[in-house]
């Protein structure tokens, strides 16, 4: 089974500045097959970002995703203050069907 | 637009049985690949199980811990998708997203089933 462990479970960062999130899976992930979700509290989570470093739909440029094989990075290049959630990463095809990380919870400092 | 409304939450005993449906508008329901992803409180989120589209074999797929215990089945003509969950236990205790597509990309609001003695 697959397992995908993010860092840091928490990052602590004030608006304007950049954030890198960690997303390492315990093997090889086919890099067309990993997501990113957002999660407000009391909201379902949101789609960012598909195939590793595709934007979904409505997306700002300020996302973005990279990586490849057992290390993927979710990169906000300046946050704003609707940025402070919960983020995923997600991986879909090996077994279980999709598996998702624990989450950073990223938090204004 | 994608909209998603599940519906059929609510406390049960260990034991016991529960169908919750998500109803779909918005896009063309029956092309659609349909999943089930829940979430425990205070903790992350968790993939229980899909069905594809009937073009595409509708082939069903389930997490292991519910693999068993709970079925998903689809009526496109009704746009609306199912699970029904069976022989619940505390740890099944969650709120219950519907989801669309490969990628999902479109979220219910989520349907809350709680699991106590």
């Known amino acids: 089974e697959i397992v995908l462990t993010q860092s840091p479970g928490t990052l602590s960062l004030s608006p304007g500045e950049r954030a890198a999130l960690s997303c390492r899976a315990s093997q090889s992930v086919n890099s067309n097959y990993l997501a990113w979700y957002q999660q407000k509290p009391g909201q379902a989570p949101r789609l960012l970002i598909y195939?590793?470093?595709r934007r979904a739909t409505g997306i700002p440029d300020r996302f973005s995703g990279s990586g490849s094989g057992t290390d993927f990075t979710l990169t906000i290049s300046r946050l704003e203050p609707e940025d402070f959630a919960v983020y995923y990463c997600q991986q879909y095809g090996n077994s279980p069907l999709y598996t998702f990380g624990q989450g950073t919870k990223l938090e204004i400092k | 637009e994608v909209h998603l409304v599940e519906s059929g939450g609510g406390l049960l005993k260990p034991g016991g049985s529960l169908r919750l449906s998500c109803a779909g508008s918005g896009f063309t329901f029956s092309n659609a690949w349909m999943n089930w992803v829940r979430q425990a409180p205070g903790k992350g989120l968790e993939w229980v199980g899909r069905i594809k589209s009937k073009p595409d074999g509708e082939t069903i797929d389930y997490a292991a811990p519910v693999k068993g215990r709970f079925t998903i089945s689809r009526d496109d003509s009704k746009h609306t998708v199912d699970l029904q969950m069976n022989s619940l236990k505390t740890e099944d205790t969650a709120v219950y997203y519907c989801a669309t597509g490969l990628w999902l990309d479109g979220w219910g609001q989520g349907t809350t089933v709680t699991v106590s003695s």
């Open positions: 195939g590793a470093s």
